[in-house]
């Protein structure tokens, strides 16, 4: 098992930035592909940045590209977001997860996931 709690969601302007964080404990964090999704209200779960166990990320979904950017730090465990640039389209719930394939982008490879962190982009 992997737990993952994620942290850094907030309010936020349009325009303005953030960082997520997220926490994997359990087994080993370099031995997975971690990714980033988002849902927002009344719409379904969307993959938004992932980063392969070697560290490289896929194509960003079309609509973040430019303004977010995925990390990870295998020694402190963790899986970063930032985001800058924000709008309102991008408010949502954010959640991580890790997958056992090297790399991944489709939510039904991710093995764990946590608990999400609500950011809310203001007009």
């Known amino acids: 098992q992997v737990q993952l709690v994620e942290s850094g969601g907030g309010l936020v302007q349009t325009g303005g930035s953030l960082r997520l964080s997220c926490a994997a404990s359990?087994?080993?964090?370099?031995?997975?592909?971690m990714g980033w999704f988002r849902q927002a209200p009344g719409k379904e779960r969307e993959f938004v940045a992932a980063i392969s166990r070697s560290g490289r990320s896929p194509p960003y979904a079309d609509s973040v590209k430019g303004r977010f950017n995925i990390s990870r730090d295998n020694a402190k465990n963790t899986l970063y977001l930032q985001m800058t640039n924000l709008k309102p389209e991008d408010t949502a719930v954010y959640y991580c997860?890790?997958?056992?394939?090297?790399?991944?982008?489709?939510?039904?490879?991710?093995?764990?996931w946590g608990q999400g962190t609500q950011v809310t982009v203001s007009s």
């Open positions: 997860a890790a997958s056992g394939y090297g790399s991944a982008t489709m939510s039904r490879f991710f093995d764990f």
């Open positions: 359990g087994r080993t964090f370099s031995n997975y592909a």
